[in-house]
């Protein structure tokens, strides 16, 4: 049987990048689209929990949620057989326009449409590439990790789930290396303007940022025009801080 993917995004159902790996995903896949209506970049990991949702059916394989990358997993795992006729094999997500490198795996509606099949047990992608990468070429190196990493499952534990963040950059044509997270620093901006109402309004997030070219690291990797594939936690927790948290537990006062 044809390993059953669930294919999502953070940059909206009717994007180049997710319309062109689902046809590549489509050679060795079932693939059903489960995407936000408009673009959700930065959304990270929110639920909508204070209104409403409506999901919208395009076709047979292809639903939209106007909601957050996470709402459109959540939905369409939690429906039954509504829009998905079994239990994905993988959850994948992509391919985003743009790098989601270091710290940028915090904020990435990208990673966390992934990471929402990956706390549900689901072996899960996140797919990334630069705005200057030939897309054709990075869509066919990207549905390719997604086929190696099911064949290599079939052969190993899956508890927990796998959470893969895949970087393409620039270029069509990519070494591959295993990574971790490096560091990416923002410029951090903050811009305010005046309306036409003389209103005052802001956006934020600066546009440059400054890599660490620490090797092994994803962003050393992007520099190096190396695609980069790294392996992410779910679990959070920081055995660096161990002793910190036991030493204030340990002398907190918790009465008057």
């Known amino acids: 049987m044809r390993p059953l993917i669930l294919l999502s995004n953070d940059d909206g159902y009717d994007a180049e990048g997710l319309t062109v790996l689902r046809v590549a995903l489509d050679r060795f896949a079932e693939v059903v689209v489960c995407a936000p209506k408009s673009n959700q970049s930065a959304a990270s990991h929110a639920l909508t929990l204070h209104s409403v949702l409506r999901l919208e ?6 639903f939209t949620v106007d909601g957050t990358p996470a709402d459109t997993v959540y939905v369409a795992l939690h429906s039954g057989t509504r829009l998905l006729p079994r239990w994905p094999d993988m959850v994948v997500s992509g391919m985003n326009r743009g790098p989601n490198l270091g710290v940028d795996v915090i904020y990435s509606g990208t990673v966390a449409a992934a990471r929402e099949g990956a706390l549900r047990g689901i072996p899960a992608v996140a797919l990334s590439a630069s705005a200057e ?4 070429s990075a869509v066919t190196l990207a549905a390719r990790i997604v086929e190696q990493t099911w064949l290599e499952l079939t052969e190993r534990p899956r508890d927990p789930a796998p959470l893969l963040n895949v970087n393409i950059p620039e270029g069509e044509d990519w070494p591959l290396a295993a990574t971790c997270l490096g560091r990416r620093n923002y410029r951090d901006d903050i811009i305010y303007r005046r309306d036409p109402r003389n209103r005052e309004y ?3 997030g600066g546009a440059e940022a400054s890599h660490d070219h620490t090797e092994g690291t994803d962003t050393a990797a992007w ?3 190396h695609a980069s594939l790294t392996p992410l936690t779910l679990t959070f927790s920081s055995p660096e801080h161990a002793d910190l948290a036991n030493n204030v537990a340990r002398h907190t006062t918790t009465t008057g």
Not at 133 to 136: C, I, P, R
């Open 57 to 62: 059916q395009l076709d047979e394989t292809t």
């Open 133 to 136: 990468a030939k897309l054709d």
């Open 202 to 204: 802001l956006w934020i």
């Open 223 to 225: 520099d190096a025009g």
